[in-house]
């Protein structure tokens, strides 16, 4: 059998190669030199709106009334258009309402997208998209190791299990090369980002073709959608639970919100299976985030389709997302209860 | 190729050895889509 090195000088020389690109993430915090900035640049639009969202964070520093930030189910069910005409008519002002989208689920995501916001701007109040409950990945967010480098949060791992840690730590070395580059040039901006927010989605369910449905939303009391402790009836914490790496995240989320003196929304976003249910499912842990400066806010199925017949209710959903229809109506409903929140924390 | 009778140094070659697990070992833990999801999307 060969040996797996001709020579001492071919295994140092393999050695030394892996244990570089293994302790990349660590020396290129050492060396410093390269902007968080850069993370988020050049990264393309099918994995997240990050060139927008880039720009929000570290271009703008005027303070922001309401900041949106979850995955695509949070994106393709809200309209910041009708939120901010809704909540500047009511508050006689005009209010400044940011969305943060990104593909895919991954609570690590949003928690270290929402913490590179907050650390650059203040906010109000911060609508963050809960885990839904189909989702239990316990693994880091696909693309975490474009976005958070080695050492730039703080904090952020404190309490994350081993296993998890090690994982992150890949996620690190992943993309490490990719952050040394940074310091030799800047990372080219995506010629073809131009996300803009609510844009709803034009798609039937499942692969149908998509019918306008007008949007009658029905009346209902804005507070009913709102949880600041567990007695609220229409919200139940009765569904299978998040695993440790999602609640360690969510976590994060309400300490950061109270470190920066942001109101924090944990909102639950409709899905089709919930048809005809009466109560917001809530995994068991989530009530443990309410307290001071924390909300979860969601709205029961049967409440949302009240006015929309049995035979339609297909028409709002693309798939697990809403869709154009479903957006419209749901913003439509849910911004009085953020406008109810906007004065109850002023 | 080692020259007869210089063996490559044993230790030398167990510490490479673990470094190689340790890779492994990462690239396991990452998420598959990490790699896959990002070459489909992305590209390098």
Redesign the interface.
């Known amino acids: 059998m060969n ?6 000088r ?3 020389s ?2 030394l190669l ?2 570089g ?2 302790g990349l993430p660590v020396v290129l915090h050492c060396v410093g030199g390269v902007s968080l900035e850069q993370s988020y640049r050049g ?2 639009e ?2 997240g709106a990050y060139d927008y969202i880039r720009r929000e964070i570290f271009e703008h520093r005027e303070p922001v009334d309401v900041l949106f930030c979850g995955s695509s189910l949070l994106r393709n069910g809200i309209d910041v258009a009708i939120v901010k005409r809704e909540m500047s008519r009511a508050l006689g002002r005009d209010v400044s309402v940011v969305l943060l989208p990104q593909s ?1 689920q991954g609570p690590d995501s949003n928690y270290y997208v929402a913490r590179d916001f907050l650390e650059n701007r203040p906010v109000k109040i911060l609508v963050f998209g809960a885990p839904a409950l189909i989702h239990h ?1 316990s ?7 474009r976005v958070v480098r080695y050492g730039d949060h703080p904090g952020a791992l404190d309490g994350l299990g081993f ?1 998890s840690r ?2 992150t ?3 690190f ?2 993309g490490a090369p990719r952050q040394a580059l940074n310091l030799l040039r800047t990372n080219p901006e995506d010629p073809g980002a131009s996300f803009k927010p609510a844009t709803g989605s034009l798609l039937g369910y499942m692969g149908a073709p998509f019918v306008p449905r007008p949007v009658d939303p029905p009346a209902l009391d804005a507070r009913s959608f709102l949880a600041s402790d567990r007695s609220n009836p229409a919200f139940r914490f009765d569904a299978p639970d998040l695993n440790d790496y999602q609640f360690h995240y969510m976590e994060k989320t309400v300490e950061l919100a109270r470190r920066h003196g942001t109101f924090l929304v944990v909102l639950h976003m409709p899905s089709p299976s919930e048809r005809g249910l009466g109560t917001v499912p809530w995994q068991r842990r989530s009530a443990q985030w309410l307290g001071p400066g924390v909300v979860l806010a969601g709205i029961p199925s049967a409440s949302m389709f009240r006015s929309v017949p049995p035979d339609q209710y297909l028409d709002y959903f693309q798939d697990e997302h809403l869709n154009a229809n479903g957006m419209a109506l749901f913003t439509r409903e849910f911004t009085p209860a953020l406008i109810e929140l906007y004065e109850r924390t002023r | 190729m080692n020259e007869p009778g210089k063996p490559v140094n044993p230790i030398l070659t167990a510490c490479v050895v673990t470094l190689c697990v340790a890779t492994l070992v990462l690239i396991f833990m990452l998420p598959f889509d990490s790699l896959v999801v990002d070459l489909i999307y992305q590209g390098f």
Do not use: M
């Open positions: 040996p797996a090195f001709f020579s001492n071919h295994a140092v393999v050695g892996l244990l690109l293994l990264i393309s099918r994995a895919w990945s693994q880091p967010h696909v693309q975490l190791f296993r090690l994982a730590y890949a996620e070395v992943l």
